[in-house]
């Protein structure tokens, strides 16, 4: 029922043999908290008030939800559980005759009434006729369609990769310094930590399969690299060379991070909507697609802390700061707008007509 996390219902009249039960649950957490289907479990009252499930038994008809979490443990002990993971028990009322609802009417006798709780669902009452085809549905109470804050277009995810250490590449890169004019160059922008891979992209990669299996397709964009230990034939994956993106050919080979950037759209079969992150970047917990747009497929951005200075840009300025000047001032000159601070170093959401627009 819940948009965000499995919630279950049970009739207050119920509430002494749930709670009951769910303190015989929580008591073999409390015994061993490193067990690994051990619980932790907690009360919140209508008033706000957190109870143990002992205490919470002497005060069942002010119950309003109660927080279930099985505890996830990694090889080395540490405890992966997150809130997100949770499954939430709500006690509700059974109505009786002519009790008044907040919209002006009254509820018929045997409706099912929540009680006070912030945690978000998308009703507060469940009426005698609707409880009994979910008790049907095994238990199920789901939405007719999707929800129009649920995002439907399927979402791909774009890496870019390179391993400086590999001699064909290496020796394009120098191939290229020696040709160029280096000495305005900003010295951090040919860093050799730029382009060291330590494989945190197989690490991400993981992190995304555990914790956002949900996406259609990943793209992998090198230029004519592969990593060896990359199953490059799974149907989910595909490695994109430059080549293949770059409507510029002549412009190849090419070394800077956002004139690669600028060509991702360009990759064949892309969905509309997608995720460009860089490989050291990883999901740490559960994530839906509607973290990075919104249910109408708008994309969402993600605005660092740190402000760009009002000077203009120049070669002295690091990388990052002239590229952030520069986006300003294309804001500024395209579209008559302007933004004052930085984006974070992390996941972008990105739509591929935008980006053909732009």
């Known amino acids: 029922m819940s948009f965000f996390s499995p919630t279950l219902v049970i009739d207050a009249e119920h509430a002494d043999a749930v709670l009951a039960a769910l303190d015989a649950l929580d008591e073999t957490g409390r015994e061993d908290r490193t067990a690994h289907h051990s619980w932790t479990v907690r009360c919140l009252t209508a008033d706000g008030a ?45 109505m009786g005759q002519e009790v008044p609802r907040a919209d002006g009417g009254t509820y018929i006798p045997g409706t099912r009434r929540r009680q006070q709780s912030e945690h978000d669902l998308a009703l507060d009452y469940i009426e005698p006729t609707v409880w009994f085809h979910a008790v049907q549905n095994d238990g199920r109470l789901e939405l007719p369609a999707a929800h129009l804050r649920k995002l439907q277009e399927p979402v791909d995810i774009v890496y870019t990769w390179v391993d400086g250490s590999d001699p064909a590449w290496r020796a394009r890169m120098h191939a290229a310094m020696e040709s160029a004019d280096l000495r305005t160059t900003e010295p951090s922008a040919l860093a050799e930590s730029r382009f060291t891979s330590r494989d945190e992209l197989k690490f991400s990669l993981r992190s995304l399969e555990y914790y956002a299996s949900w996406v259609n397709h990943i793209y992998i964009v090198t230029d004519d690299q592969v990593p060896d230990w990359l199953n490059a034939d799974h149907p989910k994956v595909s490695v994109v060379d430059h080549r293949e993106i770059f409507a510029d050919p002549t412009a190849l080979p090419v070394f800077n991070s956002h004139a690669i950037e600028s060509q991702l759209h360009h990759i064949n079969g892309l969905c509309d909507r997608y995720v460009y992150l860089n490989d050291d970047c990883f999901f740490l917990r559960p994530t839906d697609p509607e973290l990075f747009f919104s249910g109408n497929g708008l994309a969402h951005h993600f605005p660092s802390v740190v402000r760009i200075d009002v000077g203009g ?24 707008r302007t933004v004052t601070h930085r984006f974070k170093h992390t996941p972008h959401s990105q739509i591929k007509p935008v980006l053909e627009a732009m």
């Open 50 to 94: 957190v109870l143990s499930t002992k205490r919470a038994e002497k005060h069942s008809q002010r119950n309003a939800s109660i927080t279930c979490l099985r505890h996830q443990f990694g090889a080395n002990g540490r405890d992966l559980s997150a809130p997100d993971l949770a499954v939430t028990i709500e006690l509700w009322k059974r």
């Open 313 to 336: 840009w120049s070669p002295r300025d690091l990388p990052i700061i002239s590229a952030a000047k520069q986006g300003r001032d294309y804001l500024l000159e395209t579209y008559g």
